[in-house]
C-alpha cells in the first residue's frame, strides 16, 4: 500500500523517491508533506508538464489525496486497495472526458 | 444434562460463575468474555512452539481477551475473530475452540498446526470463515461442520487432510469460497449445484477420481481448478451455463474426448486443457485422429473428425487382418510424427505438458534457453536485477519472450524443489491482466530461469524519467496496477505474495498498458525477499499482504475520499495558472 503511494507521487512529480532520499534526507511522503504547506513548493513539487495540462487539476489533487493516504504513517489509516481503485478509476473517467 | 455434555466435550473447566449462572439459553450457558479467554488460553498452551511469541500479548489476568494481539471482539466483548497469520505457531487445534458461541473468523492461514480439525468448532454457529491454509493438518473434514450453516470461505488448503470430499460441505448455502486444494482427498466430487453462492472452487492437486463436477447454472462461479487430479470422462458441457466464469484449470487429469472449438472453450488457454492424454482438438493442437490411431477404435467421442477414423478403421478392418495391420502401422507412425509437432508446437507456445506432474524437471532445458538467447550473450541483456539477469529471447515458434535467469549462487537441489513450486503458482497468478505472465520455466540443477511476457514498452520508470507520459497515460498506469494489487489481495490472499512495487518492476505493454512484474512467495523462499528502502513504509517491508482485517474500517475513509479535495482545497486556487510561471 505504502510502495503504491509512492508510485502514485512519483507520476504526479516526476521525482525520483531515492533522489529525494538523498538531497532531502527525508522520505518522499515527507517531503511531499512539507512541500504542501507552501503553495510555492507545491508548485514545484508538481511535474511542470501535468500544470501545463489544462483541466486536470481537480484530477491531480484528488490523486495526490490518495497517494497521501496510502503513505499515511499509521498503517492503520492507510486505504484498503479496493476502496483506492474506485477513487482512481472515478479519475480516469474524469481525465477520458 | 447439557451442562455436563458440555463440560465432557469440551474437557475445560470453563469459568465455574458462568456455570453456576444457569440459564436454558445454551448460548449463555457455554461461555462468557472470561469463558472466550479461557478457550484462547488453551489454544495458547496446546501451540507448543511460538517461535515469533506471537501470542505474547495473550495475557490472562486481563478482564477480557479483546486486546490481545490477532483477537476482535463484539460490543459484549465476545470474541469474534482470530486472526494468527504466518507466525509458525507449532502445536494442535484446541478442542475447546467450538465454545466461541460468536465466532467469526478463525484465520490461523500458514502456521505449523498438526493434528486434525476440531469436530467441536460445528458448535461456532455464527462462523463464517475458516480458514486453515497451509498447516500440517491430517486426517479428514469433521462431520459435525455440517452445523456451521453460515460458512462462507472454507479454506483448509495446503494440508495433508484425507479422506473422501466432505459432504457436510453441500448443506453451506451461503459458501462462496472452497479452498480443498493441495491435500490427500480421494473418491468422486459430488454434484456442487446446491452452493448457489460459490465463486471459487479449488481443488487442484488432490486424488480425487470420478468425472467432472457439475456445477451447472452457478451464477457466481469465478474460478474453477480442478487440475492434478484422477478425473476422468468428458469435459463438461455446462461452461456456458457459468456467466461469470473466468478462470478454468482441468490440466493433469485423465479426461478424454474432443475439446469443442466454441468460444466458451476458446476463452481458456492451452494450458487449462494439457496433461490431459485423451483430450483433443484444435485449441491445445492434437488431432483427435492421432489419439483414435494410439488408442485403437474404442474410443468415446462422438466428434466429426473422430467419426472418419472409426469409418476408416472400419473399411480398414473389412480387409482382413493384413489391412488392420497396415492400419496400425500407419497409425502408430502417425501418432508419433503427431505428437513430435504437439511437442514442439507447445513449447514453443505458452505451455508445455512436460510439466505435469510434480517432476523436477519441468519446462525448458538449458541448452535451450541457451539457444533462444544466443548464448545469453550481453546484446540480449533488458534488464539486471540484485540476483536475476533477463534476456530478450526468441522461442522455436518465433514468439518473443522474456527470460529471467537467477544466478548461479541460488541453486542448489532444496532451492529447485521450492523454485518449481513457486514457479507453478506464479504461473496461475500472473494470468491477472495487470500482472507481466510468467509462461514457463528452466528447473535444471544448472539453471533456474522464468520465461515471462516480454514487454515491449519497457519499464515504467523509463516511460515516466526518460521520454514522456500524458496525465491520462499515468491514469491508466495507476488504475492498472490498482487492479492488479486488488486482485493480489482479495483473489491471492492464500498464497501471500509479496510485491517489490516500484516504477522498474512495472512495464509497459506494446498497448501503453502497465503490468506488474516481480512478484515473490516467501514461504518458498528461493529468492532473498527484496526491498527498496525509499518504497518501504518506515519501519516495515514492502508486503502486499490480506487486509480484509482492515477493510471494514478504510470504507470509512472513501467518502472522505470520493468527497475529493480534502486536505488541500484551501491551498489551491489554480494549478494550472503556475504553468508559464514556473517554465520561466
Known amino acids: 500500500m505504502y510502495s503504491y503511494g509512492i508510485v502514485l507521487l512519483e507520476l504526479l512529480t516526476r521525482k525520483k523517491p531515492n533522489s529525494i532520499l538523498v538531497t532531502e534526507r527525508m522520505n518522499m511522503s515527507k517531503w511531499v508533506r512539507k512541500a504542501l504547506l507552501k503553495p510555492e513548493l507545491t508548485v514545484q513539487m508538481f511535474d511542470i508538464t501535468l500544470l501545463c495540462t489544462l483541466g486536470i487539476d481537480e484530477q491531480l489533487l484528488q490523486v495526490l489525496d490518495v497517494a497521501m493516504l496510502c503513505t499515511h504513517e499509521i498503517p492503520t489509516k492507510r486505504p484498503s486497495m479496493p476502496d483506492v481503485l474506485k477513487v482512481l478509476m472515478k479519475v480516469k473517467h474524469d481525465a477520458q472526458k | ?584
Open chain 2, 1 to 584: 444434562m447439557i451442562l455436563t455434555l458440555v463440560v465432557l466435550v469440551v474437557g475445560i473447566a470453563i469459568n465455574s460463575t458462568v456455570i453456576a449462572a444457569g440459564n436454558t439459553d445454551r448460548r449463555r450457558l457455554v461461555g462468557d468474555a472470561l469463558g472466550d479467554m479461557q478457550v484462547l488460553l488453551q489454544l495458547a498452551q496446546l501451540s507448543t512452539n511460538d517461535p515469533q511469541n506471537a501470542l505474547g500479548s495473550w495475557d490472562g489476568s486481563r478482564p477480557s481477551a479483546c486486546s490481545w494481539q490477532g483477537i476482535r471482539c463484539n460490543a459484549a466483548n465476545r470474541v469474534t475473530a482470530i486472526f494468527i497469520v504466518n507466525k509458525q505457531l507449532e502445536g494442535v487445534l484446541a478442542p475447546s475452540l467450538g465454545l466461541l458461541t460468536y465466532l467469526i473468523t478463525l484465520d490461523l492461514r500458514f502456521n505449523k498446526f498438526s493434528g486434525s480439525i476440531p469436530p467441536s468448532l460445528g458448535a461456532c454457529q455464527m462462523l463464517q470463515t475458516l480458514s486453515l491454509s497451509g498447516n500440517l493438518l491430517t486426517g479428514d473434514v469433521p462431520s459435525e461442520l455440517a452445523q456451521n450453516t453460515r460458512m462462507s470461505t472454507f479454506a483448509v488448503n495446503l494440508n495433508m487432510l484425507s479422506g473422501s470430499f466432505p459432504l457436510q460441505i453441500l448443506a453451506w448455502r451461503e459458501l462462496s469460497v472452497l479452498w480443498l486444494d493441495n491435500n490427500m482427498f480421494t473418491g468422486s466430487i459430488p454434484d456442487l449445484t446446491s452452493l448457489v453462492q460459490l465463486k471459487i472452487l479449488d481443488l487442484q492437486n488432490n486424488q480425487f477420481t470420478g468425472t467432472v463436477p457439475n456445477v451447472a447454472g452457478l451464477q457466481a462461479l469465478l474460478d474453477i481448478d480442478l487440475s492434478n487430479n484422477k478425473l476422468s470422462g468428458s469435459l463438461p458441457t455446462f461452461l456456458d451455463t457459468l456467466p461469470k466464469l473466468r478462470y478454468l484449470n482441468v490440466s493433469n487429469n485423465h479426461l478424454t474426448g474432443l475439446i469443442p472449438d466454441t468460444s466458451v472453450f476458446l476463452r481458456f488457454p492451452a494450458s487449462a486443457y494439457a496433461g490431459n492424454d485423451g483430450l483433443c482438438g484444435a485449441i491445445i493442437k492434437r488431432d483427435c485422429a492421432d489419439i483414435s490411431n494410439m488408442s485403437g477404435s474404442n474410443s468415446t467421442s462422438t466428434s466429426a473428425p473422430k467419426m472418419l477414423s472409426k469409418t476408416a478403421i472400419i473399411v480398414i478392418s473389412s480387409l482382413g487382418g493384413a489391412g488392420v495391420l497396415l492400419g496400425m502401422f500407419l497409425g502408430v507412425r502417425c501418432a508419433y510424427r503427431g505428437s513430435q509437432d504437439i511437442l514442439e508446437d507447445l513449447r514453443g507456445g505458452e505451455d508445455s505438458t512436460l510439466l505435469s506432474g510434480s517432476n523436477v524437471n519441468v519446462g525448458y532445458t538449458v541448452a535451450e534457453l541457451t539457444k533462444m538467447t544466443n548464448g545469453f550473450v550481453k546484446a540480449n541483456i533488458i534488464g539486471v536485477g540484485s540476483s536475476s539477469i533477463v534476456y530478450r529471447s526468441m522461442l522455436p515458434g518465433g514468439a518473443i519472450v522474456a527470460i529471467k535467469r537467477l544466478s548461479e549462487e541460488k541453486y542448489s537441489s532444496d532451492t529447485q524443489h521450492a523454485f518449481v513450486a513457486e514457479y507453478q503458482i506464479l504461473k496461475r497468478i500472473t494470468q491477472h491482466g495487470s500482472m507481466v505472465r510468467v509462461l514457463n520455466c528452466c528447473a535444471t540443477p544448472s539453471c533456474m530461469a522464468l520465461v515471462l511476457d516480454f514487454m515491449p514498452g519497457g519499464t515504467l520508470e523509463n516511460k515516466l524519467y526518460e521520454q514522456s507520459m500524458s496525465w491520462l497515460d499515468r491514469v491508466d498506469t495507476a488504475v492498472s496496477v490498482a487492479k492488479g494489487l486488488v486482485y493480489l489481495h482479495l483473489d491471492c490472499a492464500a498464497h501471500k505474495v509479496v510485491v517489490d512495487l516500484k516504477p522498474s518492476h512495472i512495464l509497459i505493454d506494446a498497448d501503453s498498458k502497465a503490468h506488474i512484474t516481480d512478484l515473490h512467495i516467501p514461504r518458498f523462499a528461493t529468492s532473498k525477499i527484496p526491498g527498496t528502502i525509499a518504497y518501504c513504509a518506515p519501519g516495515e517491508h514492502i508486503s502486499i499482504l490480506f487486509c480484509r482485517v482492515f477493510v471494514s474500517a478504510m470504507m470509512l475513509l472513501l467518502d472522505s475520499l470520493l468527497g475529493s479535495i480534502v486536505m488541500h482545497q484551501n491551498l489551491f486556487i489554480s494549478l494550472s495558472s503556475h504553468c508559464s510561471e514556473s517554465n520561466l
